[in-house]
């Protein structure tokens, strides 16, 4: 088995995918409710701040800065995991996924980049937003309900119609 390292920058940024191991499921956006509340129970007990989120069928994007002096994503990672798997009913699960008390909702590994500058947010908050019109889910980023692009156009950060029908994406994400 390889030692997979992951970066550990205390209060840095960063940029998250996260995806359930089976990839034709929409069950993040069927049980959407479940997932709000294991994530805000999460963020709850161990506090980091979203600055952007989409939460596609299959899987999900989020940017997170991590408060100063910690730099536990993966603790977070885990709990806004189990707590939305145990939400869920019991599957018959392999000896594997027993002796890991997984239901094999999730895949186990998740990608994170430590996001490096202004422009590298901007990149990244950017891709999130226009997923779901690059996965064929809908045609504007508007019309996406699970994004936190609505708060942006609250917020006056974006308008109403960025990356609308026919627009040229920019150069998002890696």
Known sequence: MSNYRRSRVAGATWFFTVTLAN??????????????????EAQRTRPFQTLAICVL????HAVWALPEGDADYARRWSLI???FSRQL???PAGTSKQRKREKGVWQRRYWE????????????VDYIHYNP????LVARVGDWPY????QYV??????????????TPGRFGE
């Open 23 to 40: 990839r034709r499921s929409s069950m993040l956006v069927e049980e959407i409710e479940r997932l709000r509340a294991a994530y805000r």
């Open 57 to 60: 069928p299959d899987h999900l």
């Open 133 to 136: 019109v690059r996965h064929g």
């Open 81 to 83: 995991k189990s707590r």
């Open 89 to 91: 009913p019991a599957v």
């Open 147 to 150: 994004s936190s692009f609505h």
């Open 113 to 124: 980049h430590m996001i490096r500058d202004e422009a590298d947010l901007q990149r990244h």
């Open 154 to 167: 609250r917020e006056g950060l974006l308008p109403v119609d960025w990356a609308g029908v026919g627009a």
